[in-house]
């Protein structure tokens, strides 16, 4: 039976009698997002425990009651009134990812394949080829094959990596696995402002989650790949890529358990990323980057850099975006 999530809670109780020890018992239950739970203290005074016990008991029930409505916690986050440099923000995008809003029959809000969607071989714009990449990037319309790497639960967005089932990996060209891809290409872009993303990162060897700018009129470079992560959720890469500056990529290390803030600010001067609102990096804005730039969040596989997935590989691999929202700097 699946434990009962709550908003976190606390109640003790301390029974009326002692016991034939003279020892008193108080029960004390807790709640949250791993459930409710029972903890007993004894001591010399007044009290009887398993009365005190039925009476936490109902007590924290009717509570779980009450409190398991709404929504997960992480969804309360209010978007941001100001960078963490003092700018005041405004908000020109924000998904919380109550749903889903796939563009689809020119509606919705999210791309699910690269570019604008256009190619005389849809395979081209389902994969990055150059990066010598094993997935393939599907939705529910691909190939009429009805494969989804998209699912809401609690509230957030979860792309998965896995293996095709065996009646679709004819139609896949060879590709090993399948995965998903989101862009605003068809709905927003914009040139400068805070851009930020609240995710948890997959972990094993091959596993490549990003979330990063490309220009709206498709040309490339200039990128702004504000998070990329190969494999080891207890560390990312911030890289820019431009004709007109060099850079090599920083890593940063995080905790690898929890999820994590990542973000660029980006004006006429410069760019800084940010990780749970920390700088990690600071360039000058090369002058290849004054134009509007689209956003887009992957879960890649393979390549080069990131490896190859191999037997020890978990899947599926999963990464849980709590919200994506921009911001224009307000005057």
Avoid at 113 to 129: H, M, N, P, V
Avoid at 136 to 162: C, N, S
Avoid at 188 to 207: D, H, I
Avoid at 227 to 234: A, K, L, R, V
């Amino acid at each position: 039976m699946p434990a009962v999530r709550t908003r976190p809670f606390l109640v003790q109780v301390d029974s009326p009698e002692p016991d034939k020890k003279g020892l008193s018992s108080a029960w004390s239950a807790s709640g949250g997002e791993t459930g409710i739970h029972f903890r007993l203290t004894r001591s010399r005074r007044r009290g009887r425990g398993h009365g005190a016990k039925l009476a936490a008991a109902a007590l924290a029930l009717s509570l779980a009651a009450c409190l398991k409505a709404g929504p997960p916690a992480s969804a309360a986050t209010p978007p941001l009134a100001r960078a963490p440099d003092g700018r005041s923000l405004a908000v020109t995008f924000d998904d919380e990812f109550d749903s889903f809003r796939r563009f689809h029959d020119g509606k919705g809000v999210w791309r699910t394949t690269y570019r604008d969607g256009q190619a005389a071989d849809e395979f081209d714009i389902r994969t990055l080829k150059n990066n010598k990449e094993v997935e393939l990037y599907v939705d529910p319309d691909f190939q009429h094959l009805g494969l989804d790497p998209f699912r809401i639960r609690d509230g957030m967005l979860e792309i998965t990596a896995d293996r095709p089932p065996e009646k679709a990996r004819g139609a896949l060209r060879g590709y090993q696995y399948v995965s998903g891809v989101i862009t605003t290409q068809p709905s927003f872009s914009q040139t400068y402002g805070y851009f930020e993303m609240r995710a948890k990162l997959p972990a094993g060897k091959g596993v490549w989650p990003a979330f990063w700018l490309v220009r709206q009129d498709l040309s490339w470079p200039p990128e702004v790949d504000i998070m990329e992560s190969i494999g080891d959720p207890s560390e990312y890469y911030a890289t820019l890529h431009s004709n007109d500056a060099k850079d090599g990529g920083t890593k940063v290390p995080i905790d690898r358990d929890g999820f994590h803030v990542f973000a660029v600010s980006w004006d006429a001067q410069q760019l800084v990323w940010f990780v749970d609102g920390r700088e990690v990096k600071r360039l000058p804005t090369p002058p290849d980057m004054h134009k509007p730039m689209y956003i887009i969040a992957n879960l890649a596989l393979g390549g080069d850099w990131a490896g190859y997935p191999d037997a020890g590989t978990p899947f599926p691999a999963t990464l849980r975006i709590d919200y994506i929202r921009a911001y224009r700097f307000a005057q």
